[in-house]
């Protein structure tokens, strides 16, 4: 029999909802699955005909694609929420409390695995099927059920000094390792291009904290503000910093010049930018990451939500660190958005979640939606809430405003591939 037509390994999820997120909320649907992939997705009453004697799975709630974090750092899980001293304190006080954490803490590595293990574990279970992380240090592989880990390592330097130290790193990576910048402010302009085109060697993604804060801007174009004073303390400044004078418009404008930005390119944060900046990133096809949840923590500004949609940006979301995120819980982040922008469908910020995430980190193909073709991995989502939609519009209020749902399960997750 021709394989394609043996209808008997298939098998059938039904809900009251099923949101494929990249194509219109079916009620009472069904998704059918052969293997590791959705073969097709529709109305009960239709595909039920299709396959009229196969096994059906029942969900009281609804069925979407599983959620992505973008931008996470499990690494820091076990130092906890590092808290701002006060309401005048800056970003940079906050970098410098997490720093004397790290350096003061002397964990041994093992109870730094066990932490950053642990969180990918309640990741998963809150419906994360992909992460990005990004940290100082490789972590081991983890036996525990956890998300897809896209792991990068995170390398800076302010001087031309530490250029040179890094980038002999940089030339004797493992082939396994995938190597990232961090910052602007951090990383010297010679150290990020020469990382990016290492990345670019290898079609890897390169992901950078852009525009978190004003004074990054400060630093990079007058040589002031509180990164100056930061780098000044460490004795880590050499001229680097400010860069020439008038050479560039923006942070944004000077990674273009720098040929940081392309459709690898990963701007994590992005809260300090302008509608000229927004067209440069649109038109290197670069993504966007926004960190509502660490935002507010830290006490930076609210990212131009609005200003990146008009602009044809849908930005992925992620959850940042513990350290700057107590709830580390990407339906927080959505409800968060909610509040902050009321006037933007929960259609978006579910979007962003899901398939503006697997775009970013290249995984579109099996994540992101739920469509004929993709990974059979998707999630099972029930909550009282959610029984009492009556219209779509109701059900993506609901579903971007839960902040917990009382039960996500990961469907075909031993599949996956
Ligand atoms: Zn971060």
Redesign the pocket.
Known sequence: MDPASDHSSVVLYRAPWVIPVTSPIIQDGVVAVKGSRIIAVGLWSELSLVYPDNQTHHCSGLLMPGLINA???LELSIYGVVPQENAESTMCDWVRSLLHKRMTADYAEKEINTAAEQCAKEQYASGVVVLLD?GNNPLPQFTAKIPEIYSLLELLGPTEKATDVMSGILNNLSTEKQPTGHAPYSTAPRLLQNIKEHTLKKGTLFSL?VAENPDESLLLFQGKGCFFDFLQERDALDGTFPLPKDRYLSVIDYLEKTHILDDKTIC??CVYVNDADIKIIAKKRSHVCL?PS?NKFIGVDVAPLKAFLAGNILPAL?T??TA?NPQMNMWHEMELLRREFADVPSATILAMATIAGAKALGRETDYGSIEAGKSSHFLGVEDEKISTATCEKELLDILTSIEKPEKVTHFNDHLAG
């Open positions: 931008h996470i750092h990004t904290h994590v944060h960190c660490s992620g940042d660190s700057s």
